[in-house]
């Protein structure tokens, strides 16, 4: 998998896997920042248990440092390459360890409600004419 999410960088199409227009890790990183699966994807559900659903048994995070660890060891003069100047995946996106951790974990535990930039939020309660912002601390919090 982590190959062919690969191929846009490889193709010059992308820089960076969260980048690649069209690939499954690019619905992934959308659908968890939303704290959502994509339905046409299976679930990455971590390490092999008993009864565990069908899945993927790999956690997310993993996976996307996997691809952008990948693209990073292929020689800087090849296709395919990820600069190795270039941030981690997840500070490229913009968010902690520890938050992503917080998001993916407990997601239906922090927000019962819309999950945004603050802006986001914003444009949400006016189009609803709401007057509060529901979970915009936590919103500002995990960014």
């Given at each position: ?20 227009e ?44 996997l ?17 190795v ?5 997840l500070n ?6 520890d ?27 006016e189009h609803?004419?709401?007057?509060r ?11």
């Amino acid at each position: 998998m982590a190959y062919v999410e690969l191929n846009p960088i490889r193709a010059k199409i992308a820089n960076t896997p969260e980048t690649s227009e069209f690939t499954s890790i690019q619905l992934r990183i959308k659908a968890a920042l939303k704290g959502k699966q994509p339905q046409q994807l299976l679930p990455f559900i971590g390490n092999e248990k008993a009864n565990q659903p069908k899945g993927i048994n790999f956690e997310l995070k993993q996976y996307l440092e996997l691809v952008d660890e990948t693209g990073r060891i292929i020689r800087n003069d090849k296709r395919g390459a990820i600069s190795v100047n270039a941030a981690n995946i997840l500070n490229r996106l913009n968010i902690s360890t520890d938050n992503w951790l917080k998001l993916t974990t407990y997601f239906g535990k922090l927000f019962h409600g819309p999950v945004g930039s603050i802006d986001e939020l914003t444009e949400y309660c006016e189009h609803l004419q709401k007057r509060r912002r529901h979970f915009a601390f936590s919103c500002q919090y995990l960014q």
